[in-house]
């Protein structure tokens, strides 16, 4: 019996393997740097074999291959890509958070002069039926003329606002009629002195104004009123 038949079987089957390999490798050609063949044992073999799994990114390791993660173009491309699209998302977040917490700042503000007007109307509600005298002294509340009124009442709230409804319509944000808000001053021009700021009030809402003129003193009125309607001018925001 010959020496080859006598190894165990898995060495047999080992060195079957190899030879397969190594016949296949020289079936198809060496790697570069070998020229010629060398004698076929299991030395040469796996030198050779050793030398093309490693053009591929691999390890030979006595009959074994193991990945030695050879790079991926494609991979780290799409590695690539997917750093990207975090740092896009990451973006896209931050402005998400900025523009809601710049929302919710401007509804805080918003809310806060809601309750500054209620307290401004609250105010001038409390002088209901108190006499109009025109050009009544400033810091009594015994009379009141339609500016000394809107003074007091927004005084009171801590506001200050000039003596007379010129002056007073001088201050603050224009704002249009379709955008007038509780608290804002409404100023009109009277039949008897066109083209003139003559009177001034305090919006409170549902087309009403608050103010004072003539018998009955201070009150509220429907700006579709005749001469409200007809005299109306413009519009201040003075609750920052």
């Not at 044992?41 to 390791?61: A, E, L, P």
Request: aromatic share 8%.
């Amino acid at each position: 019996m010959e020496e080859e038949d006598m190894m165990p079987n898995s060495k047999k089957l080992k060195k079957w393997g190899i030879t397969v390999v190594a016949s296949l490798v020289i079936s198809v050609g060496f790697p570069a740097g070998i020229t010629h063949a060398a004698t076929l044992d299991t030395k040469n073999v796996q030198s050779i074999i050793t030398q093309i799994f490693s053009q591929f990114g691999w390890k030979w390791d006595a009959g074994k291959i193991a990945n030695a993660q050879p790079v991926n173009t494609q991979t780290s491309q799409s590695g690539k890509s997917l750093n990207q699209t975090e740092t896009s998302d990451h973006e896209t977040n931050t402005e998400n958070n900025d523009a809601t917490a710049k929302e919710t700042k401007q509804e805080q503000s918003n809310e806060l002069q809601a309750a500054l007007a209620d307290k401004i109307i609250a105010t001038g509600e409390k002088y209901l039926g108190t006499p109009y005298e025109f050009g009544a002294k400033s810091g009594q509340t015994n009379t009141f003329d339609c500016s000394s009124f809107v003074q007091h009442v927004y005084k009171e709230n801590g506001i200050d606002l000039p003596r007379n409804s010129r002056q007073q319509s001088q201050v603050g944000q224009t704002v249009s009629k379709s955008e007038i808000q509780k608290g804002d001053l409404l100023f009109f021009e009277l039949r008897s002195n066109p083209g003139r700021i003559g009177h001034v009030g305090i919006y409170a809402g549902n087309n009403k104004i608050l103010h004072t003129w003539g018998p009955g003193g201070v009150r509220y009125d429907d700006l579709s009123d005749g001469w409200l309607k007809e005299g109306f001018v413009k519009a201040k925001r003075v609750i920052q």
